[in-house]
């Protein structure tokens, strides 16, 4: 059977304001799954909360019904690709391949361009390309479940059709939650979609449901 990463349970409040609060979703194995929702309704703040780098008081994460606790990535469970620069501006891409041990052959066979980057620091590479090269890491690494915050913004059309090549490639060895407001690429890609709305997440059975949810005026 192929593992499953399951979460439900997530109270996230800032303040007075409630952000998470009935949350469910279950991501396995040979899986994508897409979510979509208005800016501000959490969708960082859920995969930050997943990952363990947001602490929260409530919390259930579990793979195979097995509760998780703590730092998943080095455990080699979850890997995560944040909203903003995974790589440090100052690291030299080929120290952060080392780190995430990921060989660059594997960014190489994509982008064979791209070898004289590899001596480059982060912030001396162009921002699509940063990113692409980041989510092509985080789906190369060894983590089983992958959590992927806007992996395609800000990357060029022929380029995300690279990344959705990555992707289900990937997923026939992991399960892949991502997010992103380039939402016909979300659905292009995502096996199954959920939106985040009030705190909560519900799944989406028909694209019309972002109409009624105010995510899209029209599909
Ligand atoms: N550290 C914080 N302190 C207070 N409020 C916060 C904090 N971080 C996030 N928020 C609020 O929590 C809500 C959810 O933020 P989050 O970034 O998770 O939304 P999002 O769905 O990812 O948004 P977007 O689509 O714009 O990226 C927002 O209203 C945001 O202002």
Redesign the pocket.
């Known amino acids: 059977m192929n593992d499953i990463l399951e979460f439900d349970g997530i109270e996230l409040q800032?303040g007075a304001r409630t952000?998470l609060s009935g949350i469910y979703m279950k991501c396995p194995v040979g899986n994508i799954i897409g979510i979509l929702?208005?800016?501000?309704?959490?969708?960082?703040?859920?995969l930050k909360v997943v990952f363990g780098s947001l602490r929260v008081p409530v919390r259930s994460v579990r793979v195979n019904g097995q509760y998780l606790a703590g730092d998943y990535m080095k455990k080699r469970i979850i890997a995560y690709l944040p909203?903003e620069d995974l790589i440090p501006p100052n690291m030299p891409l080929q120290r952060a391949l080392r780190l995430f041990d990921v060989d660059k052959r594997h960014i190489l066979e994509y982008f064979p361009e791209a070898e004289p980057f590899l001596s480059l620091r982060s912030r001396e590479l162009s921002g699509g390309y940063r990113r692409i090269i980041e989510a092509i890491m985080i789906l190369h690494s060894k983590a089983t479940f992958c959590l992927l915050d806007e992996p395609f913004t800000g990357v060029m059309p022929v380029h995300i059709e690279v990344l959705q090549h990555v992707l289900a490639q990937a997923k026939e060895r992991k399960g892949i939650i991502l997010t992103d407001?380039l939402y016909r690429q979300v659905l292009s890609t995502a096996d199954h979609l959920y939106i985040?709305s009030d705190g909560r997440t519900f799944a989406v059975k028909d694209p019309e449901d972002l109409v009624a949810r105010g995510y899209v005026h029209a599909l």
């Open positions: 800032y952000i929702g208005r800016n501000g309704s959490g969708k960082s703040s859920l909203q407001h985040l």
